[in-house]
């Protein structure tokens, strides 16, 4: 089992940009598929940005409304795994999670979960 946890996330203007990070222990990080996943208030959690494990890390997922915004960066020596926010818009307030999965097995049932950090983004 892996533990997971997230930091930088914050109070930023539109069009600002923000870094989280994901630090991941217990686990043997390499082998995890990694993502992030956001939930605003009244919504579902929805997967934003994914990456393969250490060896697909060329895989990636982006939610359409990211794309070009968002970028998804694990440092395997690190046990690390960034999500990188630019352009940021208000529709992007949430909380964000950091989420690991097996690399065998669909995103979220057998999700792995952070403990969540609050973006909040004003116009």
């Known amino acids: 089992q892996v533990q997971l946890v997230e930091s930088g996330g914050g109070l930023v203007q539109a069009g600002g940009s923000l870094r989280l990070s994901c630090v991941a222990s217990?686990?043997?990080?390499?082998?995890?598929?990694m993502g992030w996943y956001r939930q605003a208030p009244g919504k579902e959690r929805e997967l934003v940005v994914g990456?393969?494990?250490?060896?697909?890390?060329?895989?990636?997922y982006y939610l359409d409304s990211v794309k070009g915004r968002f970028t998804i960066a694990r440092d395997n020596a690190k046990n690390t795994v960034y999500l990188q926010m630019n352009n940021l818009k208000p529709e992007d307030t949430a909380v964000y999670y950091c989420a690991a999965k097996d690399r065998t097995v669909l995103w979220g049932p057998n999700n792995y979960w952070g403990q969540g950090t609050q973006v909040t983004v004003s116009s």
């Open positions: 990456i393969g494990s250490a060896g697909s890390a060329g895989n990636t």
């Open positions: 217990g686990g043997t990080f390499g082998s995890y598929t």
